[in-house]
């Protein structure tokens, strides 16, 4: 299951907690922990993405060595 998924699936969850008949006590609990579940399931697609678009700017990277230009035998500026 991938991780969109998984943030579709927590949403759902809490959308339809409170008609589940759960006690008050309990909602509270489960509205928590699936609310922290969402904040690290974003955090972690957050930081995949950084990371693809570092990789993505490291590969159009081009480094090319400079050497001075010459003309008929003299450096110019």
Known sequence: ?????LIML???????????GFP???DNIILVA?????IALGIIV?????AERARE???????????PQVQSGHETA
């Open 1 to 5: 299951m991938t991780i969109d998924a």
């Open 10 to 20: 927590m949403g759902a969850l809490i959308a339809t907690l409170p008609f589940l």
């Open 24 to 26: 008050i006590r309990m």
């Open 34 to 38: 699936l609310g922290i579940i969402v």
């Open 46 to 50: 957050r930081r995949r993405d950084v």
């Open 57 to 67: 700017r490291r590969a159009h990277q081009t480094y090319v060595e400079s050497t």
